[in-house]
């Protein structure tokens, strides 16, 4: 029913997935059908209980008894926000036994870091990362030690060039 109202275009302000067992398959459509809410239960706790992590292995990438917890469970529906642009602020949420029930608030997540101007150099452990700018001066150092040595073996070899407007003609 929820692809079906994709499909159609449909907007909610708030989702609720409660199903029996898990609600994992409908995560990413709900994110990017409601605009202010998400509640979901999390039915996949139970598996807990007979220390089965084969669901939550495939579908979380949980591996251990001890990473099996409701937080891990949570972050995980974080990231699926964050891959639809939404960042899913937890406001609530519940665990019993065999069940939990998280509240989610849905803002935008504007992604920015690909305008942020480096910095001109940056330590990261014993390497210096050179900025884009340095960089292109060194190219254009690399470019015109190029030309003239293109210059030099030309006019070594008798043929004539002329440089206009950083093309090399040759006569």
Not at 79 to 99: D, P, T
């Given at each position: 029913?929820?692809c ?9 302000d708030?989702?609720?997935l409660?199903?029996f ?8 459509l ?23 992590l084969?669901?939550?292995g495939?579908h ?7 990473d099996?917890?409701?937080?891990n469970?949570i ?5 699926i926000?964050?891959r639809?642009?939404?960042r ?12 939990g ?12 870091e ?7 150099e940056e330590?990261e ?8 700018e340095?960089e ?5 150092e ?9 210059k ?11 440089e ?7 006569f």
């Amino acid at each position: 029913m929820l692809c079906r109202m994709y499909a159609e275009g449909r907007k909610f302000d708030m989702i609720d997935l409660d199903p029996f067992g898990s609600a994992y398959d409908c995560f990413d459509l709900a994110v990017k059908m409601a605009s202010k809410g998400l509640a979901i239960t999390l039915g996949e706790l139970g598996h807990k209980r007979w220390r089965r992590l084969d669901f939550v292995g495939s579908h979380y990438g949980i591996r251990t008894l001890e990473d099996f917890t409701i937080d891990n469970l949570i972050e995980h529906i974080r990231h699926i926000g964050e891959r639809n642009k939404k960042r899913l602020v937890v406001w609530g949420f519940k665990e019993w036994q065999n069940i939990g029930r998280v509240y989610f608030r849905i803002e935008k997540l504007k992604v920015v870091e690909q305008w942020e101007k480096p910095n001109k150099e940056e330590k990261e452990g014993d390497q210096y990362i050179i900025s884009l700018e340095e960089e292109c001066e060194n190219l254009s150092e690399e470019n015109r030690l190029l030309t003239e040595r293109v210059k030099e073996l030309l006019k070594s070899n008798g043929i004539s060039s002329t440089e206009d407007g950083g093309q090399l003609e040759l006569f």
